[in-house]
């Protein structure tokens, strides 16, 4: 048992790590989206992509890790770590409350930056929006005398050349 406690205490640091090179590239994201820069924006985006494919293995390998222990000590399955804590090693017993700690905090960190991230695309979907619309033409326009004209032709392709 107490080696299962020590395998917890092991991937909960690997998950730690994780989060926080997760938070790293959430930063890395805001920054993208703040500069409009799509080059960086995709590079954050690919790496969060992995990080959360990783994650999502860590935390497999965790929750058959606490299942193992749930069922060595006649507790009911799902229990969260916090459940488990009381019956670890007194030697493991305050890593894992740090680390279990630490883990929540840096969670509760790239929820807020995630949170800041998806409003920056959302607004920036708009500005792009509102480009799109300038540039497909179509729209009102006033005219001399302060009259409001409607286009009803519409450009179909952008001439790019300059």
């Given amino acids: 048992m107490e080696l299962l406690f020590f395998e917890l205490a092991q991937i909960l640091k690997q998950q730690r790590e994780t989060v926080k090179q997760l938070l790293i590239q959430s930063e890395a994201q805001n920054q993208a989206l703040r500069k409009n820069d799509v080059e960086l924006l995709n590079n954050a985006v690919q790496q969060l992509t992995k990080l959360s ?42 890593e894992l409350q740090k680390v279990h700690t630490e ?52 450009l179909g392709v952008l001439n790019k050349i300059v």
């Fill in 53 to 94: 494919g990783l994650m999502a293995d860590q935390d497999n390998q965790r929750q058959e890790i606490l299942d193992k222990l749930a069922a060595i000590l006649n507790v009911k399955q799902g229990l969260s770590i916090k459940d488990l804590l009381p019956e670890a090693p007194a030697s493991l017993k305050t």
């Fill in 103 to 154: 883990i929540k905090n840096d969670f509760q960190q790239l929820k807020e930056l995630t949170m800041l991230n998806s409003l920056l695309t959302r607004r920036a979907l708009m500005v792009n929006q509102s480009l799109l619309n300038i540039f497909r033409g179509g729209g009102q326009t006033y005219q001399p005398g302060a009259r409001l004209k409607q286009d009803k032709q519409s």
